[in-house]
């Protein structure tokens, strides 16, 4: 008998090699790290998680899903002044994050 894959562990494996690679390339890029690992980073994605708990994207098109991620809507390299600014971060999940940022690039 042949083990076949679902649907969703293909895009939880494409997420998992994604996660990966983002880390290669965050490696080389040390503000990237600092900024991920700062508590106030901390306390920050933590209070947007609170106000926001349901993927944003998700909810404006009908649908109910966890939010694990916090997007800067102003990327930090164009404008790093709003790195901590509540209002330029969006909740979502993994998916939509996923998609937002390959699309920006």
Known sequence: MK?????????CLR??????EARARDRGNASARR???SETWKKVRR????RFPICQRC???GRTTAAQEVHHIESVAARPDLVFVLENLMSLCRVCHVEIERGAR
Not at 3 to 11: E, F, G, L, P, S
Not at 15 to 20: F, M, P, T, V, Y
Request: net charge positive; aromatic share 4%.
């Open 3 to 11: 083990w076949h894959r679902t649907k969703a562990q293909d895009i």
């Open 35 to 37: 900024l991920r690992s």
């Open 59 to 61: 909810e404006a098109q």
């Open 47 to 50: 209070a947007q998680l609170r």
């Open 15 to 20: 997420l998992s090699r994604r996660a990966r």
